[in-house]
Every structure is written in C-alpha cells, then in structure tokens.
C-alpha cells in the first residue's frame, strides 16, 4: 500500500475511536503521510461572554490535527509535549482549519506544527507537539 | 476589597460567560489573588477507544485554570501562549484537579503554572501559561 | 531602499555591537526581510568530556539567528520567550547551520522559526522564538 | 551514600568535563538529589551594544543548572527539549543566580524548573527543560 494510502487508512480507523474530534463537530479534511488537515466551527459551547472562542477549542482542534499527522505512519504514537502560540482571536460562527505538517522524525520522537487559520485565511494560532511512538499499530496491513 | 474576595468576585463573573469550562463539566473549586484550582471528571466524550483521555480535554482543564488565575486580579487578561507536558494518561471516570499558580507578574505580561493530577495525586501533566493584559476589568469596584 | 536592502542594513549594524555572537565564532551569512543564517563551528570550549556540544551553544546560534531576523524589518525587537527541541547531538568540529524563518507578525509580536542543521545536513534542532516590538530602529533611513 | 552526598559527587564529576560553564565563568554553588544552584556575572561578552544581556547567556546558565539537577541522580540524563521565557532584562556588571528544581520524573522523563534571578532578587527568566535518561552512571558507587 502507498503511504498516502496508509496514512488515510490509519486516519479513518483513529477517527471511529476519536470521540473529541467529533463532539467539537471537527471534520477530518485530509490524511496523508505525515500531514493531517482538519477543520471546525466555532459554535456556542465554545465562547465566552464576549463571543471570542476559548483557547481550548482552538488548541483542541490543532492537538487533533497533530494526532492524525503523527499516527498517519501506521505506528502508534503518543503526545509528549505540545506548545500553542495565540495570535489573534476566533469569533463565534467562523471556521477554523488546522494543518499539521511533519518538521522531524528522530529515533522515537516526532515534531509537528500546525497552523490554524480562519475562513479569511487570517493566521489564530502556531502549535507545535511532540510525539512519541510507542507498541502496535492503526491498521492491519498484509 | 481584600484581593482574595477581589479575586472570588473576578471568577463568579467569568463563570456566568464561561462556556466552554460548564460544557466540559468542569467546577471552579477556588480563587484566589494569583491563584485558582478547578476539577472535571474524564467522561466518555473525551476518551479515544482505549478509553485514555483526548490531550485537548487536559490542556482544556488547565486552561481554564489559568485563565482564572490570570484574571484574577480584575484587570482583563488573555492567553498568549501555553504549553503542556504530558507526564501520565488519564483515564475514563477519573477526576482530575488542576491547580494554577502564578510564577510572575511583569509588565503586561504574566507567567502561570499549572499542575494537573488525578485523584490519586498522581501527576498527569504540567502547563505554563503566559498571559497579557488588555483594557477592561471583570468586576466594578466602588 | 528595498526591503531586504534594509534588512542587510540592520544585521550589519546589530552586528558591530553583538558579542555574544563573535564570541562564539558564528558567522552571519544571509539576512533579509523576516529571515536570517548564521553558521558556527563547534569547538573545544562548547563541548563536554564526551565531545557532544553543549545545548546551550546551540542554543544561542538559533537565538541569535532569531534576533537576526526578527530585527530585519527596521524595527527593535526583543526575545519574549524561546522553545527548542533537540533532535540528534552535535560534535566537537561539526559545522553548525542555524536558519530563521518568520512565521507570524501580529501587532507587536512575531513568531520565527530556525532549524539548526549540521553540515551532513542532518537536523540538529528545532528552535521557536517569540519577539515583541520595542521603540527604536536599527538604522536611520533617508 | 546518602542521595544529596550523590548527587554532588555527580555535580562534581560533571564539572570536570563542563567547559561550557567554566568558559562562560559559572559557579556551580549546591547541588542536592534533584535539585542544583548556580550562578554567573553577566560580562563584556555577553552583552551587546546597550550592555544588556543576550538571551542566548542568559539561557545557557539555566540550561547548566538543568543540567547538574536532572543528573543529580547518577543516571545519565540529556536535555530533550526546553523553554524560557525573558521577564526582565540582565545588564553588564548584574549577578546572576539560578535555581533548578526538579518538577517530575515519570518514566525516563523528568521535568525541570529554572528561575534566573539577578542579585537584587528580581526574577529575569522562567525557563522548563525536560530530560530523558541514557544508559551509564556519573560516578561509580561501591
């Protein structure tokens, strides 16, 4: 199997078990090796008083995005460590995307940033995480 | 106003638009001047098939943690960055605790961290926030 | 005078009064708007009784790499924080290349990466600074 | 041999082979099971054209003092990955101390925080690294 092809496979068997990603109404975009895109709404449940969305949500979605990246190998992989940079705010009703690309694959740890624009391609958010791969695998392979 | 009652009436007034903190069922346990500690139970929307707890859920819990902590001197305060280091899962039906506590105060800019364990004390990860101060206060003070 | 005219303008003048970096031996051979490359050797002095480089060195070839580039647009500006991950170790004799890449600019902020890479052209680190603007230029432009 | 008589023989042994911290003229004041003390005079150079520190020195001694805590254990230990964040600048003639106190070992990983203080007690610099433990011991122990 070509490695975009496992890599959409390993996303689509994670994406039955990913309860997150769907509760956020999060959509998988797409799946590739070492790449994931994603995207969401901004709804209700995910703003404050001021209609500004909490970090969380925006970190969630980015924290999604990296897990589909850095598990689109076909080897299980876990996060160690994830950093966020907040550069401008997301309002109620827009629609973030996150695209997460792989910058580094050394022994077990991986590091991938994602960047979540909104719908005006406007740059919210720099994330970075750490993966780390661990035993077993996504999907069957023969 | 003594600060820790300045602090209290701070974070009753987030609470009200805190949407997102009330969506997750999380419950703001204490706030005090530079400090504030929150709880949430690990539910089944965020746990992946193997039943350990989205990251996002986490970094949401800590989050919010320190967005209390960091308005609580009721001068209005966003996140700028944060990162998270993820030490052990979390699992389905655990409650976990996340404590912020204020490092520095310096200009504009603030520095919190916060611990997040389990119910058995058992350390689940640590975040530092950085926040800034904007325009604005959370509570009117006669 | 061309963006990137000034921005060769500006390292020439941060450099005559930059220490740390000449103490260090590093080299600093392209900058233009929002971008900077330096190299260093590793020496004597940067490593430890097993010959690796200490990280701090590596350290401070991506910061300065940073500053390079975060002051390329004319305008002061100062490290608020960094983050680096170490990928694989550095040698006493390797040649060290650091390069800077603006990612953001945001009001007042500015977010740069820089991959340090060795002169096989495997990557050493990873580096993400965060700048924020001061008054004051580097030059004085007609 | 009690744990903090071990963990300065492994600061001592570690010493030896430290050129990094004696080139930039370091003082390595307490080491204890976890935890380690250090301090340096900001000099010619390090500073740059207005006698203000650069980050990259700044850095470097937090970096040592993580050092000598995370292998105060007698187990090899190497940085993964670090961060700081710059509260306030350091000036030519200032004396700089830094404490590392260990947050968290879990696994091969530990946590390590570092806060840089100049001799008047101001804080300078929050900085976190995280190590992750190697095979082979700093000293040996009948």
Same mark, same amino acid.
């Given at each position: 199997m070509h490695r975009d092809q496992l890599a959409r496979a390993c996303g689509e068997a994670m994406w039955? #078990?990913? +309860? !997150?990603?769907?509760?956020? #109404? =999060? +959509?998988l975009e797409e799946v +590739?090796?070492?790449?994931? @895109? =994603?995207?969401?709404? !901004?709804?209700?449940? =995910?703003v404050n008083a001021h209609n500004t969305c909490h970090g969380g949500a925006i970190f969630t979605l980015a924290d999604s995005t990296f897990g589909y990246a850095c598990n689109s190998h076909n080897q299980n992989a876990l996060a160690a460590s994830c950093s966020i940079e907040y550069l401008a705010p997301a309002y109620l009703g827009e629609v973030l995307t996150a695209v997460g690309v792989e910058q580094a694959r050394a022994g077990r740890q991986g590091i991938y940033d994602? @960047? !979540?624009?909104?719908h005006r391609g406007e740059l919210i958010a720099l994330f @970075?995480?750490?993966s780390v791969t661990v035993r077993g695998h996504l999907v069957e392979v023969q």
């Open positions: 039955r #078990g990913d +309860r !997150v990603s769907q509760w956020f #109404g =999060m +959509r +590739r090796a070492g790449y994931a @895109r =994603m995207s969401m709404d !901004v709804t209700e449940q =995910m994602v @960047r !979540v624009t909104n @970075r995480g750490k």
